[in-house]
């Protein structure tokens, strides 16, 4: 059987471009990778209203779709969504590469244990839905993360951070850094990855949480027993 990578994407569609891309560029084989696009709109309402179950459903019905293109494994290159993962794992017909773990991975490997989260409020106010074990997720005041949120739902919308976008941010990831004596700022939006790289100099620690989502997204084809033929 081909090893097929499915995407489940459009949440934001800059986001689905730059996993994209970054699968393209940091894979040494040769990829097969279909993309679903789902509505970003329709995941926040789902959100919103607290509804896991029925936004579980929503995206295991791409994950079927993939599926039947021959996918035989799935990702959603988003962070917001990944808060119904419990439920949608065990609803989802092929394997999923989970963003939180691969983050929480990431931390601990860098002994990182004090961390602030950039992304939706859903995914700040949760602590990325209280699922990073034996991380210290420090919650940022409350106006911080209604100014980090509507950053990010600009940046979704728009498909690009602004000059004004980035000052604000970079000046709150500053500040947080250093009030709250973090290790590093978690970028838990795969938006964010557009416009912050943590290779790129910045005055606060960074860990991009899509880069190290891709990462493990192109390990798992080669990984032992990852694969049924």
Not at 20 to 48: K, M, N, T, W
């Amino acid at each position: 059987m081909t090893n097929s990578i499915g995407l489940v994407g459009g949440l934001g569609p800059a986001a689905t471009i730059h996993y994209y891309r970054e699968c393209l560029a940091r894979s040494a084989h040769p990829l097969d990778i279909v993309i679903a696009h789902a509505d970003v709109a329709r995941v926040f309402q789902h959100v919103g209203a607290g509804d896991l179950q029925g936004l579980a459903e929503y995206l295991s019905g791409f994950i079927g779709r993939l599926s039947r293109a021959g996918c035989n494994l799935a990702a959603i290159s988003a962070v917001m969504p990944h808060i119904c993962m419990p439920i949608l794992r065990e609803i989802a017909p092929v394997p999923l590469v989970d963003i939180v773990e691969t983050t929480r991975a990431a931390l601990l490997a860098r002994r990182w244990s004090r961390v602030a989260l950039f992304g939706t409020r859903a995914v700040t106010e949760s602590g990325m839905f209280g699922r990073l074990e034996g991380i210290d997720v420090i919650r940022l005041r409350a106006e911080e993360i209604e100014a980090i949120h509507a950053a990010y739902v600009s940046i979704v919308e728009r498909g690009e951070a602004n000059a004004q976008l980035m000052t604000e941010l970079i000046q709150l990831a500053s500040e947080a850094q250093e009030r709250e004596r973090l290790d590093a700022i978690v970028m838990a939006g795969t938006d964010l990855s557009l416009a912050f790289k943590e290779e790129t100099r910045l005055p606060f620690t960074i860990l991009d949480c899509a880069s190290h989502h891709v990462e493990a997204i192109l390990r798992w084809p080669h990984s032992a027993d990852r694969w049924s033929s």
